[in-house]
């Protein structure tokens, strides 16, 4: 692939995961907010951000299947219309209570019956729709981790540019929503949010597509059908882009499984593979409640919440780009790196636990920052074993797919623990919550530290990396 070819490549996976992230962070700064102000309690904001993490958790691996007949990126493309007609159905999920009219003032006021009728119909209205955003999105997200994965062979390479869109998407979204909810209010803003997004989608199937072409039809027979294929390997070097070309021949593959050539990969079968099963449990997140902490204890207007949810990208975007090195010039192998990432994440969890607002800032900013090298290097690294597992040259494509929907449900695991002890906020308070999940986070990190000490032995093409690297 020529280097303008490939720089299409990148660009075009940066703009769609910016814009997607973009969009689809407006959420957590906003709903909560919307819900607290309808009279909704933290509960009904726990059942609402459940359904969209269990809808995160399902999508992706039944998305792959479709990856190589429809084509990836026309998945994406029909998943960013789905968000966005989501997105418009959020806008109007709060006016069904309108539309059974709310009484004038000569009438009675409604019964109890009646408020909660109203309520269930609307909290139900609002499962659904996080459920199909929380799936629509994730399946945006699977394509462009999958398609980054498999154009480069550099992949922490490829995962720290994708990264980096995404935490820029990560800044933008919060702050623009948050404004959007001040200048417009909640209805209009996600009327906007919706039309934006379906004009990308008709972007992406345009312009987009033909650029990625190379991604999604690699070979008739997966992305290793060849005995021999250039492959395209980006460095990334104090900001220069320099493309290099790799005989895949000379990938050392003595490392491999043959116990398992022939066989057709899984979901399922990839989960019974002990480490990429113990990568699939290595993250926690709590973020959805938040903005209402921010709120309620703190008095913070949603134009700051925005900018406070914003702090984390502004550190992750650089932290991305260097934590690519720390396994290769760092001394300290990518296993330590990721388990000590964990740990000093979950730190940061507790600081956001703080009853003092700096130190609430401080965790937050930080949190960014430390959490980088996890995004980097893991599913590089699930995807390296995943392949060792199955080495068989024609699973190869559907191998690194499904590698990357397991990667993707596995962020929302942790939000599915966080989310469903979100009605015990009010009784052991947020410091405490914030302390359980830390200290999950803690316990996932032993556990990948000991359950994959072989990780740093055998690594699929180190020495070309390696090598491609000093170039």
Not at 47 to 76: I, Q
Not at 150 to 171: L, N
């Amino acid at each position: 692939m020529p280097p303008s070819r490939c720089d299409g490549c990148h660009l075009a996976l940066s703009l769609i995961a910016a814009v997607a992230v973009s969009c689809y962070t407006t959420v957590a700064p906003i709903l909560p907010l919307e819900m607290h102000a309808r009279g909704l309690s933290d509960g009904c904001a726990s059942l609402v951000f459940l359904a969209s993490t269990v809808g995160s958790l399902v999508a992706p691996s039944l998305a792959v299947n479709r990856f190589e007949s429809v084509g990836t990126v026309n998945v994406m493309a029909c998943s960013m219309a789905g968000m966005s007609l989501m997105f418009w159905s959020l806008g109007c999920a709060f006016d069904i209570d309108a539309h059974d009219g709310m009484p004038p003032k000569d009438d009675p006021p409604p019964t109890g019956d009646e408020v909660v009728e109203r309520a269930i119909a609307v909290v139900g209205m609002l499962m659904f729709v996080q459920f199909s955003l929380g799936a629509s999105f994730s399946v945006i997200s699977t394509g462009y981790y999958s398609l980054a994965t498999s154009i480069f062979i550099d992949r922490e390479s490829a995962m720290s540019s994708v990264e980096a869109a995404c935490g820029i998407g990560y800044i933008i979204g919060p702050i623009f929503g948050s404004a959007l909810y001040d200048a417009v209010g909640y209805h209009r803003a996600y009327g906007a949010i919706s039309l934006g997004l379906m004009i990308m989608s008709l972007l992406t199937l345009k312009f987009l597509v033909p650029r990625l072409q190379y991604g999604t039809n690699l070979s008739d027979d997966g992305l290793g059908g060849m005995d021999s294929v250039a492959l395209v390997v980006v460095v990334v070097v104090d900001g220069f882009v320099n493309y290099d070309t790799v005989d895949k021949s000379e990938i050392d593959v003595t490392a491999y499984d043959r116990s398992t050539s022939g066989q057709a990969p899984s979901a399922i079968s990839l989960l019974g593979f002990p480490k990429v099963l113990l990568a699939a449990l290595t993250m926690c997140w709590i973020s959805g409640f938040l903005a209402i902490r921010l709120s309620d204890y703190f008095h913070v207007g949603t134009g700051d919440i925005g900018m406070i949810f914003a702090l984390t990208s502004i550190a992750y975007v650089p932290a991305v780009y260097l934590s690519q090195y720390l396994p290769r010039h760092g001394g300290i192998g990518r296993r330590r790196t990721i388990s000590i990432s964990v740990v000093l994440s979950a730190i940061t969890v507790m600081l956001m636990g703080s009853d003092s607002f700096p130190v609430l800032m401080l965790g937050t900013a930080s949190r960014g920052m430390l959490q980088a090298p996890v995004w980097v290097h893991l599913l590089p690294w699930m995807q390296e074993e995943s392949l060792k597992r199955f080495p068989d040259p024609g699973h190869e494509q559907l191998v690194n797919d499904l590698t990357a929907s397991l990667y993707n449900s596995s962020m929302k695991l942790g939000q599915v623990v966080g989310y469903s002890i979100g009605p015990l906020m009010t009784s052991l308070g947020f410091a405490r919550t914030t302390r359980a999940v830390a200290l999950l986070m803690c316990f996932q990190s032993v556990l990948f530290y000991f359950g994959t000490g072989d990780y740093d032995r055998g690594r699929r093409g180190d020495s070309v990396l390696s090598s491609s690297m000093l170039m």
